[in-house]
């Protein structure tokens, strides 16, 4: 009964070596977010869709991209990842923006070699 | 600057020894506070939403009050698997970008049997 759903779990790149981490959902949400957290961090919003309506973070490097092509999925794609991009990538959903809950994934670990 | 400070970083509790978790905030344009709980590796998973001042909501042996500055989640008779990381958001109206969440760093909570 997974809901909001990211692949792969781990993933390993190298430095400089181009990565996309994937999301999907089943709750027909109009929102769909992506926050990078780093270890003992709180989780900082890179991007959120609504509908295809893209809304990026004034301090999101322009390192990372994204992508939604339907309602299902969105794409998160690191373009030359660095040391520091090494984090946990979680997706989460809503079906409004407003006053309305998170469902996340369970988040893809990014390790950068 | 909207702020979201979480209170204490780490707790350790011996099992059935009740405790709070503190949540303060300094924003403006409140839309809801948010308590999430994370366990290593996963995805924040939802608890609770309050939207005014002297709402509480109650989950088993969880409770969330809030207050116009903070909010506490209490833990009454802790067991062992009551041990996470619980995760404080904030919603605020941003005149720029819409309705955005801020995020604690979380309490690390560790219940021993």
């Known amino acids: 009964d997974a809901m909001v759903i990211q692949n792969p779990r781990y993933q390993v790149t190298q430095f400089g070596k181009p990565v996309t981490l994937s999301c999907s959902q089943t709750?027909?949400?109009?929102?769909m977010y992506w926050y990078q957290q780093k270890s003992s961090q709180a989780p900082k919003l890179l991007f959120h869709?609504?509908?295809?309506?893209?809304?990026n973070e004034a301090d999101t490097p322009d390192n990372f991209q994204s992508r939604r092509p339907n309602t299902s999925f969105c794409f998160l794609d690191i373009r030359s990842p660095g040391l520091g991009d090494a984090a946990m990538y979680l997706c989460?959903?809503?079906?409004?923006?407003?006053?309305?809950?998170?469902?996340f994934g369970s988040g893809t670990q990014l390790s950068v070699l | 600057e909207d702020q979201v400070t979480q209170s204490p970083e780490a707790l350790r509790l011996q099992e059935g020894e009740s405790s709070s978790l503190n949540c303060s905030y300094t924003?403006?344009?409140?839309?809801?506070l948010f308590w999430y709980r994370q366990d290593p590796g996963k995805g924040p998973e939802f608890l609770f939403t309050?939207?005014?001042a002297g709402e509480e909501k109650e989950k088993e042996r969880l409770k969330a009050t809030l207050t116009k500055k903070e909010s506490f989640l209490h833990i009454t008779a802790p067991k062992p698997e009551d041990s996470a990381t619980y995760l404080c958001?904030?919603?605020?109206?941003?005149?720029?970008?819409?309705?955005?969440?801020?995020f604690g760093t979380g309490t690390s909570l560790t219940v021993i049997p």
């Open positions: 958001a904030v919603q605020a109206e941003n005149v720029y970008t819409g309705n955005q969440f801020y």
């Open positions: 924003v403006s344009g409140l839309r809801g």
């Open positions: 869709y609504y509908d295809k309506d893209f809304n």
């Open positions: 309050l939207y005014s």
């Open positions: 709750l027909n949400h109009n929102v």
């Open positions: 989460a959903t809503s079906r409004e923006s407003r006053d309305e809950k998170l469902f």
